[in-house]
């Protein structure tokens, strides 16, 4: 059912240009922070423990959309991008002499990537006198590419080595994911706009992360803790936006 969902969206995108009044092409660029939302976790200590090491993964973003129609205010426009969501945990090395991969080596980090391709198709409203803001929401559609998982380690901020690297089992390969965003107008009632964005997007279908229940907390006071969890990826973007 997702793929059928995609080629609609996909199809909407290409025939509709031509239906309603043309607003243009644009560009929006910047960066996004992966992260995630646990809606369970059967252990409080397993949760407040991945709370507490994980953190944000910034990566690069950019997308193409298509302005359809503005009235009122309102516009509606659709696009195609490339995204990359996730998260990883970045902690000290507890002895980096255990073993000659990590001596000399002071950080470790697990990092889960996942990279997909995005079509979102959102409604916007300006608001105030000026209308340099957009409040906008809608959703997405996001079509899995590939996901893996890295085990790093790190002198510094210029010297990581990869020591191991693997697929990560992220869930389905098409999803859905609910937007939101607010966008403000640098140059209000120009022809060519420029705007900044914030936007977030949280995908629909959750999923459990065993690998890394099996793999990172493993050990200690892990053992026989129900990890079961189950989270759904979260995606957070500042864009500037231009609009051609």
């Not at 999803?175 to 403000?184: E, K, N, P, S, V």
Request: aromatic share 14%; charged share 20%.
């Amino acid at each position: 059912m997702p793929k059928q969902i995609l080629i609609i969206a996909l199809l909407f995108v290409v025939s509709t240009s031509s239906t309603y009044c043309q607003k243009g092409f644009g560009l929006k660029f910047g960066a996004s922070s992966g992260w995630r939302v646990l809606t369970v976790a059967k252990s409080s200590l397993y949760r407040s423990e991945r709370f507490k090491e994980e953190s944000v993964l910034l990566r690069p973003e950019v997308q193409i959309f298509y302005n359809y129609f503005e009235k009122n205010g309102f516009k509606l426009s659709a696009g195609i991008g490339y995204a990359e969501l996730g998260y990883q945990i970045n902690r000290s090395l507890i002895d980096p002499g255990f073993s000659l991969v990590t001596t000399g080596f002071e950080k470790e980090l697990f990092r889960y990537r996942a990279r997909y391709l995005r079509v979102p198709l959102n409604f916007s409203k300006s608001v105030g006198k000026k209308k340099r803001l957009d409040i906008q929401g809608g959703i997405s559609i996001l079509y899995l590419l590939n996901s893996e998982f890295q085990y790093l380690v790190r002198r510094n901020m210029f010297e990581t080595n990869v020591i191991n690297e693997e697929e990560w089992k992220v869930g389905e390969n098409f999803q859905l994911a609910f937007d939101t965003g607010i966008c403000y107008h640098l140059n209000p009632n120009q022809k060519h706009g420029l705007e900044i964005c914030l936007e977030t997007s949280l995908l629909f279908n959750g999923f459990e992360n065993a690998h890394i229940s099996e793999s990172v907390y493993n050990i200690g006071r892990f053992v026989g803790v129900d990890k079961t969890t189950k989270e759904h990826l979260l995606r957070i973007s500042v864009l500037v936006k231009y609009v051609l």
